[in-house]
């Protein structure tokens, strides 16, 4: 039989002393320097800052986009509400704008009825208006298809551009700048030349 070279291990309860000593050589033992020790700590120093800045950044961001979604909320949770509002006021509007004009011999009783009509109307206007929802007419006005509705086209008067709101069936309804109702306009078209 051939010799096999088996690694002896000390034997159980043999000392250190007792067993093989190990060469080690200095290249093994290599301790870190003090210089690569101070560099290897501020190289981690600056890691943990620079996630720390990005942490804070990323916190600040988050304040931000929730203070202004919680304004958003503040400013818009009645949008619905208040969408279904600014009708019942076109609707004052309309019944007051289908009142005859006062006569001379007019009772007195249907003229009371008129101021009493008008003035609730200019009070639930105000009241709106503190809560943001506002009111605009549109005739006069450039037709913008953010804020109006084209409802039909009429030649353009003497004077006037093409594009422009002729005339306003509805306001303009916003709520804190923001379009609730558009306004249904007629709008001044380009005239076709069908002459020659």
């Known amino acids: 039989m051939s010799e096999q070279n088996i690694p002896t291990h000390p034997a159980p309860g043999a000392t250190p002393a007792e067993s093989e000593p190990v060469a080690m050589t200095d290249t093994e033992i290599a301790t870190p320097t003090a210089e690569e ?3 290897a700590l501020e190289a981690e120093v600056a890691n943990m800052r620079d996630k720390w800045l990005r942490a804070e950044a990323e916190m600040q961001n988050l304040r931000a986009r929730t203070q202004r979604e919680v304004q958003d909320a503040r400013n818009f949770a009645v949008q619905r509400f208040a969408r279904d509002v600014v009708e019942q006021a076109d609707n004052l ?26 003035s609730l109307e200019r ?18 006005k450039p037709f913008d298809p953010e804020l109006h509705e084209a409802m039909s086209e009429q030649p353009a008067p003497e004077g006037t551009a093409p594009g422009t709101v002729l005339q306003a069936w509805t306001p303009t309804w916003t709520l804190n700048g923001r379009l609730l109702k558009p306004a249904m306009v007629v709008v001044a078209s380009a005239g076709i030349d069908r002459g020659a």
């Open 37 to 39: 020790s101070i560099a």
């Open 123 to 140: 009070a639930f206007a105000a009241m709106l208006e503190r809560h943001g929802i506002a009111r605009e007419d549109a005739t006069g």
């Open 93 to 118: 509007h309309r019944g007051l704008a289908a009142i005859p004009a006062g006569t001379n011999g007019e009772p007195e009783l249907y003229t009371k009825l008129r101021g009493g009509f008008e």
